[in-house]
């Protein structure tokens, strides 16, 4: 966590994946079923029932390059990788994703930190959604943003793990 209790979360991802609503749900705790692309950088914050404080960046595509180092320069940032079960192209996408991360993150001079893969829509699909994270994601979460299904448990999920290994290095 930082020093101001607050953890920094960066959505990336494919357009189409859910990027925009699962921002809307963490901080509005609204949903709309219209698609909202992602056309500029949002960041919203939010406090958790834990009373952790979360800074949550949506940032499209186009943007990765110019945002990432900005939000994923404090150590104890998060990486999200969003999906849609519903679409294969986009589940063989998150290697590229971690890779994209990886590039943006080395030329700022930082190392990625921990990262997430969210596979969304899983409520409408008989998904063949990865259960296994792939190399240099820590896991993989199955929510539903319409539904709302595990998605705060998702976010407490990735908090506890930036605790825990605050630990582990502090010890």
């Known amino acids: 966590m930082l020093s101001d209790g607050s953890l920094k979360m960066l959505l990336v991802g494919d357009n189409g994946v859910g990027k925009t609503a699962l921002f809307h749900r963490l901080i509005t705790n609204t949903f709309s079923r219209a698609y909202q692309p992602s056309d500029r950088v949002s ?43 519903a679409d294969d192209d986009h589940l063989r996408s998150i290697p590229a994703w971690t890779q994209i991360l990886d590039h943006c993150l080395s030329q700022a001079g930082h190392k990625r930190p921990l990262t997430f893969v969210l596979v969304n829509k899983v409520a409408e699909h008989d998904s063949g959604a990865p259960t296994v994270p792939p190399d240099g994601v820590v896991g993989i ?31």
């Open 43 to 85: 960041i919203g914050c939010q406090m958790l029932k834990t009373g952790d404080f979360i800074e949550l960046w949506d940032v499209p595509p186009h943007q990765i390059l110019d945002h990432s180092p900005a939000c994923l320069c404090d150590a104890d940032a998060v990486c999200i990788v969003a999906n849609d079960a």
């Open 141 to 171: 979460f199955i929510i539903d943003i319409a539904r709302d299904l595990n998605v705060s448990q998702a976010v407490l999920a990735m908090v506890e793990a930036v605790k825990r290994r605050g630990a582990t290095e502090d010890a």
